[in-house]
DNA sequence: GGAAATTGGTGTACTTTTGACACGAACCCC
DNA sequence: GGGGTTCGTGTCAAAAGTACACCAATTTCC
């Protein structure tokens, strides 16, 4: 930092949680329903938004991201990356966004700054009640995200691109899977993110060669079809 | 973004250029020598630090990233990447820092969040005379960095580590050599970022199987054993 | 003018990884 | 008990990665 500099205009900040969840079938965004509970929450006068908020005046970055998708969504301890931050001038202004900001931010003029963080989860771990007052969290197939407020289109197209970087190097694609789960699972999963088919024999041969994964004395249960091994995922130290 | 939050304290918003250089032997970054010319720059009364500032009202990253780097070293036009924000809520609060940021910073009490760009120049292309008034910037090898001001040195470190995870697979390191080079300078480049030692052989192998990289009619001169090849790196349309 | 020092440049054999490919087994439902 | 569905398995060929040693071209120094 270095500073002939003295226009000093305030900036607020945000943080924007893009968070990625599996049924089974295909990848689904976690959004909010946004205005007050009971008043607006049943219109649908505000647009959706990825959970995100202002970062507190004595947070870090992190700590905000944890903060604000626990407050949002009761998700706690999850993993979450930081990814990008967004920070077109205009991003905030649009004439979409411009009721909600009036009515909700302290000083709707202000710039925001965003930066992003994406996270996984299981879907079996969190079954948001969509017609809950609790909950405001809805899954959304990642296909069928709406109009969103603000540029987050944009942040979970960003965050999806770098889900598929991260998936193929850091082993983080397990987040997003139940702790017992089958090897077709697994490779569904994969190919959904990489977007594109892989060969069962080949792949199962190199999830084989990966110590981290380990078969249970378990089969799965109730399914309409021969039942397949499970397997659960063990972090290295 | 979503808010019942009110609580609306300005941040103050500023970019930090890591910029990361190759001279043939090591691998150098860009740090600059903070005050006013002729009356702080030649004392050591402040800390060193990457080349940054604080973001315009109404300027984009990106924009605002090129600007600063511009006027600081009068680099135009080069490759830079967003890589992290740092947002840590006391990074600028260390004693240390304190009689730079109340001589320069109009609001020296802000939190200060700052995004880390990370780039990458050709030796050859910038040599900033060290002792100029014009320039406050200077090479330093990346294992002489001294203690540099804020969480510059942690900047550093992780600008780093992104630039070694990205060299593997987008084809930035060509940004790092001047127009014309051996393959010699590319494997030492590569051992370098990457902290390990390569075949000879194996490692034209594989360069030659890069189409990109092409071959001039050409030699090294003025060098004190037999002249290399010179080579070209061809960006794909 | 020749020797020493230095980096440039080249090929082969072995191992490992990747990629393509087909069929019987186990379970549910009807 | 038959039909539907997913599970689970091995082999072969091609490609990529890895290990390894010597002569060539230039400058400098004697």
Known sequence: MQGANNTSIPFDLSIDNVVFGFDGEQLQVLLIRRGLPGRDMETDRFLMAVPGDLILPEEGLDEAAHRIL???TSLNGIFLKQFCAFGAPDRVFAEKDREWLT??????????????????????????????????????????????????????????????????????I????????????????????????????????NVKRMTEVVPLDEKQEGVLHKPAQLYTYRKPD
Chains 1, 2 share one sequence.
């Open 174 to 205: 397990f987040e997003l899977l139940p702790e017992k789960f089958t090897l077709g699972q697994l490779q569904r999963l994969h190919e959904i993110i990489l977007g594109k088919e892989l060969d069962k024999r080949n792949f199962r041969k």
């Open 70 to 72: 626990s407050n949002l």
């Open 103 to 172: 009515s909700f931010r302290r000083y709707p003029d202000r710039r925001v700054v965003t930066i992003g963080y994406y996270s996984l989860v299981s879907m079996d771990d969190y079954r948001p009640k969509p017609s809950s007052f609790a909950s405001r969290a809805e899954w959304c197939p990642l296909k069928e995200i709406p109009n969103l407020a603000f540029d987050h289109n944009d942040i979970i197209a960003a965050g999806l691109e770098k889900l598929r970087e991260d998936v193929v190097h850091h082993n983080i």
